[in-house]
């Protein structure tokens, strides 16, 4: 089956302190494809990061950093220095090839809170 | 707009009537995608268009949904006869050309609430 767990349903921080939203996914794919999107209170979801499963050097963007570990089937998400508007839920996905479309397979999402 | 635009954004229907829930594409994008997501839940894959041929309805939980988008642009999502359990997020999301494993753009969504 593939499929992705992200076993933190919901995470309160206080601003500045860092964070990690875990990813575990599932796959029978030798090449696969890996995405984290934030959907605030407004709804829309926001495209965050693509991984592919050939490249595991971990991304840095500003105060977000992706760790990938292909030997624990992971792709873990960590906000330093959170901030308020930090706050929505977040979702990793995987790309499932299958019956004629290349469709996004998400997790239950993480809810992150960053309290002042 | 610059982005994928749905509506309406809210829509209450009463048990047993037609839906009819409209997203407007960016410009130009080939791939069209319908996700459906429950409260509390990530999105749920319904269907896939590539231009005005859909190419994958496998993720419709029933034949009461049915999609279209008769002209490779704005497409429309119709649910006949709605249930209580077809209440949740429709969101809409595209892609400029073949949806190759590349992130796919998303609209606000429409949320169903069926009473």
């Known amino acids: 089956a593939q499929k992705v767990t992200q076993a933190q349903t919901e995470i309160s921080v206080v601003e500045k302190e860092d964070v990690t939203l875990d990813c575990v996914y599932e796959t029978r794919d030798t090449t696969y494809y890996l995405f984290w999107y934030k959907q605030p209170p407004s709804g829309e979801l926001v495209f965050l990061i693509r991984r592919n499963s050939f490249d595991e050097q971990n991304e840095i963007s500003g105060r977000y950093s992706w760790n990938f570990q292909k030997s624990t089937s992971s792709f873990n998400f960590t906000i330093t220095a959170s901030q308020v508007v930090d706050s929505a839920v977040y979702f990793c996905a995987l790309i499932l090839t299958q019956g004629g479309s290349e469709k996004l397979v998400f997790g239950k999402g993480t809810k992150l809170t960053v309290n002042p | 707009g610059a982005g994928v635009s749905q509506s309406p954004r809210y829509k209450v229907a009463k048990r047993g009537q037609d839906v009819a829930l409209r997203c407007d594409p960016i410009?130009?994008?080939?791939?069209l995608f319908w996700y459906q997501q429950a409260l509390g839940q990530g999105p749920e894959f319904l269907t896939y268009?590539?231009?005005?041929?859909?190419?994958?309805k496998s993720g419709l939980p029933s034949d009461r949904f049915f999609a279209e988008r008769p002209e490779g642009s704005v497409s429309t999502l119709k649910i006949q006869r709605t249930q209580q359990e077809d209440s949740a997020v429709y969101l809409c999301?595209?892609?400029?050309?073949?949806?190759?494993?590349?992130?796919?753009?998303f609209g606000p969504g429409t949320r169903l609430t069926v009473t």
């Open positions: 999301a595209t892609f400029p050309g073949l949806a190759r494993r590349n992130e796919q753009y």
């Open positions: 268009f590539q231009n005005e041929a859909q190419l994958d």
């Open positions: 410009s130009g994008h080939v791939s």
